[in-house]
């Protein structure tokens, strides 16, 4: 009993030493959350976690327990004739009296790893019972079983998780008991055949017949999973699924049942010949019905004639996916796309040929990096598109913060990482098309400090959060923070900021030691009751944590507010992979929306979350974190009007539209009407085309206004001329609006590609490229722009000029 109590004690101990690191870190987690006002968060999420690890732990260890404590009735004798009279066949084990012992003081303190290393995985299903437990109705019906989608989105994870759980506790618990019956002589094999004690007959039949069950219960959801069949002419439940697997699907539940209750009768009779043919028969079932049976209908019925059988199932994928991926709202207008452009047009729209953009981003970031970086430790690690009215014009401008790299410093010391250089320092700020006469972009803010030759001016340039994923730092210390240089000399400043968690106490110095791993932080003199440590300081990593259930798009862009100050603008998109008939994309699901813009004060590392959709999944979360998200309304009218339509989501939407576009199912199944994303030229290989902003006005636009403009042209597959063009809006009061612009049928407009194919053919360009490329130089070809005006297109495609060293790009036409 003592060495049982000791054991117990060990096991306790080292288990709080092994989960040391995890405490700390969850703790400094807490701290972060109060930091940011956002505990209600933290304590949900965790509250989430350990109710499932403790109940899915808890369930494990005391199945697996009990069965297991169970299991020696059932012994037989230590030395059976069966096993005798099969020396030689089978291995001999060893008495069962020498291995009680250790399987009594073994058995609790086993089945209480196994309940551990169950509730890990357990607690990663936090998510899947947030939704459970929050459901909202889409007010939209599957088209097979009539249920609300949000049945999908809400209940059937969760329900599927909850199967798999059981399903492979069971399974795993049968493995353990049987093989403890074969230790202990329970089971043994004869010359007649397996042979068992009543007590471990009637034992395993009743696991097997509870596995059955939970069997039974996996039938019936997957017969909702075939909505989500991949195998049919378009995604969903074909022909073939609804007409062969479902029904069979429901003689399965019956089956598996009427196997449980074959094992359940058998219990009280002699041998396992009930029980077999029970198990025979279900298994049977399962290769006639789930395999072979839909394999002859797919064959005979569906293949001779597919698009008559598949019809209604292909339109059902087709209005599915518009609807998930937000496409049943585009609006589509005809695009004359007339040869008409004269000067008298370019004049009138000259506030879109303005903006129109020249600089590409990596040309421009090559370029300021040579002309502003200033010091090696700066860096730009983006130029981000966004409008600005300066001086009463609309102007698109190219923005990029002046971040500080870690990894760049000349001297890595500790106290030059975390207590020194500590921030970034202003941005650069220019127009798009604007350039010097060297070929240089121009300026509208620039340097250090910041100088603005515009109506817009940066006040606050400290940037201690950012795109660069730097450590932590310290605040508030006895050492001086570098604030930016000037000439040799540096000016120093003291954060004065709201961010970061206070450090001063030695409680809290020896938790971020702990959490940090640098004993440095215990001991640092400069450290004072005032001090401040700042973490989580990426802005994609700062959101995630705070709202780990929403997913950002790749581009992140700082906005210079009305009062000077830096804010970063992150778009969050809610996803599921659970949309019935819907066709699913790489890496996303079949299901995206943008219900959620989020801003990240670059100086104080301030958060928040504000709602430009109510749609289901996000009113869900809504509801389980009341406080986190606030109405757009609330977002200040400075940053409201910095909003864009994202590129990530339009990309996705762009490229399901180029099939999904055809609403006719023998169209979309001929794939007569296949669109594509036309491929550009970039520096070593062709690559699709990307997205692009500008500021123009909107053929067909209620206001003869310009506007900021997301737009791709497309072009058939395997055809290079252009067929028609997709924009989104982004200005109020249209923001999110997708528009369609279709050429007409029978008329040529020339792609992207035979555009280029036409640069290259001028002689007069060709030479010029040519000439360029001698003597160590190198011509960059910016992206080829279709600008549509009135109804015409402008092509501009701009070349860069750059030495191979020093990588310096003038823009030369």
Not at 30 to 41: A, I, N, Q
Not at 245 to 263: D, F, N, Q, R
Not at 697 to 709: C, D, M, Q, S, T
Request: hydrophobic share 45%; charged share 20%; net charge neutral.
């Amino acid at each position: 009993m003592r060495r049982h109590a000791l054991f117990l004690v060990l096991l306790v101990v080292g288990g709080l030493w092994l989960l040391g690191g995890q405490t700390t870190a969850l703790f400094a987690d807490w701290l972060w959350f109060h930091e940011v006002g956002y505990p209600g968060v933290f304590t949900t999420i965790l509250r989430t976690k350990v109710l499932l690890g403790l109940v899915g732990g808890a369930v494990a260890a005391l199945l697996l327990y009990v069965n297991l404590r169970l299991t020696p009735r059932g012994r037989g004798a230590d030395a059976p004739v069966a096993w005798g009279e099969l020396e030689g066949q089978a291995p001999q084990l060893p008495p069962w009296a020498l291995i009680e012992p250790l399987y009594r003081r073994l058995l609790l303190p086993g089945c209480l790893v196994v309940g551990l290393m169950v509730a890990g995985p357990a607690a990663g299903g936090w998510e899947a019972l947030i939704r459970f437990l929050n459901p909202v109705e889409f007010q939209v019906a599957d088209p097979l079983f009539g249920r609300d989608v949000g049945f999908y989105f809400f209940r059937y994870p969760f329900l599927t998780a909850l199967y798999s759980f059981l399903f492979t506790l069971l399974l795993f618990t049968l493995l353990a008991v049987g093989a403890v019956y074969v230790l202990s002589r329970g089971i043994a094999l004869t010359p007649r055949g397996p042979e068992a004690t009543p007590w471990a007959k009637g034992h395993l039949l009743g696991l097997v017949a509870a596995l059955l069950l939970v069997k039974a219960w996996g039938y019936s959801l997957d017969r909702y999973g075939l909505l989500f069949s991949p195998g049919g002419a378009a995604f969903g439940a074909s022909y073939t699924d609804v007409n062969a697997s479902l029904p069979m699907l429901s003689v399965m539940v019956g089956l598996a049942g009427l196997a449980a209750i074959a094992c359940l009768v058998q219990m009280r009779r002699p041998g396992f010949r009930l029980a077999l043919g029970g198990l025979v028969l279900w298994l049977a079932g399962s290769f006639l019905g789930l395999t072979a049976y839909p394999a002859v209908i797919q064959r005979f019925r569906v293949a001779p004639n597919e698009i008559v059988a598949e019809r209604p199932f292909i339109e059902r994928t087709i209005e599915a996916t518009n609807r998930a991926y937000g496409l049943d709202r585009i609006e589509v207008r005809p695009f004359p796309a007339t040869e008409e452009l004269d000067l008298a047009t370019l004049r009138k729209n000259d506030v879109t040929i303005k903006n129109i953009r020249l600089w590409e981003h990596r040309p421009l970031l090559d370029s300021y990096a040579q002309l502003q970086e200033i010091r090696t430790y700066y860096k730009f690690v983006d130029a981000d598109n966004d409008r600005y009215r300066l001086d009463g014009e609309y102007r698109q401008v190219m923005l990029s913060v002046r971040e500080l790299s870690h990894a760049h410093l000349p001297n890595r010391l500790w106290i030059n990482e975390h207590l020194v250089y500590t921030h970034g320092y202003g941005a650069v700020v220019g127009p798009v098309n604007r350039v010097t006469r060297e070929g240089l972009p121009e300026f509208f803010i620039k340097d250090i400090p910041p100088v603005a030759s515009t109506s817009i001016e940066i006040t606050r340039p400290d940037i201690y959060f950012g795109e660069v994923a730097n450590a932590y730092v310290l605040a508030r210390t006895a050492q001086k923070e570098l604030n930016y240089p000037v000439g040799d000399q540096n000016v120093y400043t003291t954060y004065a900021g709201e961010g970061g968690v206070g450090i001063g106490s030695l409680w809290r110095k020896l938790l971020f030691a702990v959490r940090f791993g640098e004993i440095k932080l215990l001991f640092a003199k400069d450290l004072t009751q005032e001090s401040r440590i700042l973490y989580y300081r990426q802005i994609e990593e700062r959101v995630r944590k705070l709202a780990p259930f929403l997913r950002l798009d790749a581009d992140p862009y700082p906005v210079i507010t009305g009062d000077g100050r830096i804010v970063w603008l992150l778009d969050a998109y809610t996803t599921s992979e659970h949309f019935p008939y819907s066709q699913p994309t790489g890496g996303v699901g079949n299901y995206i929306r943008n219900p959620v813009k989020i801003t990240v004060d670059a100086y104080h590392g301030t958060v928040r979350l504000y709602l430009v959709e109510e749609e289901p999944l996000i009113r869900a979360y809504a509801r389980a974190f009341p406080g986190l998200f606030q109405p757009i309304a609330a977002m200040p009218e400075d940053l409201r009007a910095h909003i864009r339509y994202p590129q990530d989501l339009f990309r996705i939407q762009a490229r399901m539209y180029t099939a999904y576009h055809m609403r006719d199912p023998q169209v979309f199944y001929n794939k007569e009407d296949l669109w594509t994303i036309p491929a550009r030229k970039g520096e070593t290989r062709e690559e699709e085309m990307a997205p692009y902003y500008t500021i123009m006005r909107l053929p067909g636009a209620e206001r003869r206004v310009e506007e900021f403009i997301l737009l791709l042209p497309y072009t058939p597959v395997r055809r290079d001329n252009m067929i028609a063009w997709l924009a989104a809006r982004s200005d109020p009061p249209n923001y999110g609006k997708l528009v369609l612009f279709d050429f007409p049928k029978g008329k040529l407009v020339f792609g992207p590609r035979q555009i280029e194919a036409r640069i290259d053919q001028d002689a007069v360009i060709s030479q010029q490229i040519t000439l360029w490329s001698q003597a160590g130089s190198q011509v960059i070809r910016g992206s080829l722009l279709a600008i549509p005006i009135e109804e015409s297109l402008l092509y501009v495609q701009p070349l860069y000029l750059a030495a191979e060293r020093g990588r310096l790009p003038e823009l030369k036409r």
